[in-house]
Nanobody, 115 residues
Framework: QVKLVESGGGLVQPGGSLTLSCAASENIVNFNAMGWYRQAPGKERELVAT???????NYADFAKGRFTFSRDNVKNTLNLQMGSLKPEDTAVYYC?????????WGQGTQVTVSS
């Protein structure tokens, strides 16, 4: 069974930075794709960034220039470095991995941007 565990969330002031990590129970090289999604209160879950097997990255418009998505194939972790954070970035951030036609989700980590 695939397990994904996010960490690194917390409270940060506007303009600050935060790095999220996703630890996978499987060799992440075997996944067809991985990514980060987020869900703010009262909002639908939305894509933050993804990377496919060809290592092609895709960022949401709000993330471009502020967020950096990376993976460590040795440690089997996925990272999301976030900078210039805004209050509207407040959300639960989820790690997701796709294996064949099935998607696996982590439990999420809370990010709160507030002064």
């Amino acid at each position: 069974q695939v397990k994904l565990v996010e960490s690194g969330g917390g409270l940060v002031q506007p303009g600050g930075s935060l790095t999220l990590s996703c630890a996978a129970s499987e060799n992440i090289v075997n996944f067809n794709a991985m990514g980060w999604y987020r869900q703010a209160p009262g909002k639908e879950r939305e894509l933050v960034a993804t990377i496919n097997v060809g290592e092609t990255t895709n960022y949401a418009d709000f993330a471009k220039g502020r967020f950096t998505f990376s993976r460590d194939n040795v440690k089997n972790t996925l990272n999301l470095q976030m900078g210039s954070l805004k209050p509207e970035d407040t959300a639960v951030y989820y790690c997701v991995a796709r294996l064949l036609s099935r998607a696996y989700w982590g439990q999420g980590t809370q990010v709160t941007v507030s002064s």
